[in-house]
Nanobody, 122 residues
């Protein structure tokens, strides 16, 4: 599975932005997917995850209520809808996928995209 993240950009605080993670491979619909981010000077951290059917989702406390993860398996795409963006959301955002996992642990994901930069100014 190859993942391509896109949709990042430079925005003002308070606005919304949607990231997309498009996957190649016919079996993507059976993979759990997570979004992670790495801010300057910080470790990569979990943001959100979704199970292969999209029935269950999970979020980091810092984004709960503002971000929503969803997927369209017909399009091999997982989305991260980000609302009310804050300067502390500035980071490179990565999507990751795994056949057997859909949680918050970075090391459990087998496949990673290249990242897309989100910059939020105050």
């Amino acid at each position: 599975v190859q993942l391509q993240a896109s949709g990042g950009g430079s925005v003002q605080a308070g606005v919304s932005l949607t990231l997309s993670c498009v996957a190649s491979g016919r079996t993507f619909s059976s993979f759990g997917v997570g979004w992670f981010r790495k801010a300057p000077g910080k470790e990569r951290e979990f943001v959100a995850a979704i199970t292969w059917r999209g029935i269950s989702t999970g979020y980091a406390e810092s984004v709960k209520g503002r971000f929503t993860i969803s997927r369209d398996n017909a399009k091999n795409t997982v989305y991260l809808h980000m609302n009310t963006l804050k300067p502390e959301d500035t980071a490179v955002y990565y999507c990751a996928a795994d056949r057997d996992y859909s949680g918050s642990s970075i090391v459990q994901y087998s496949y990673w995209g290249q990242g897309t930069l989100v910059t939020v100014s105050s």
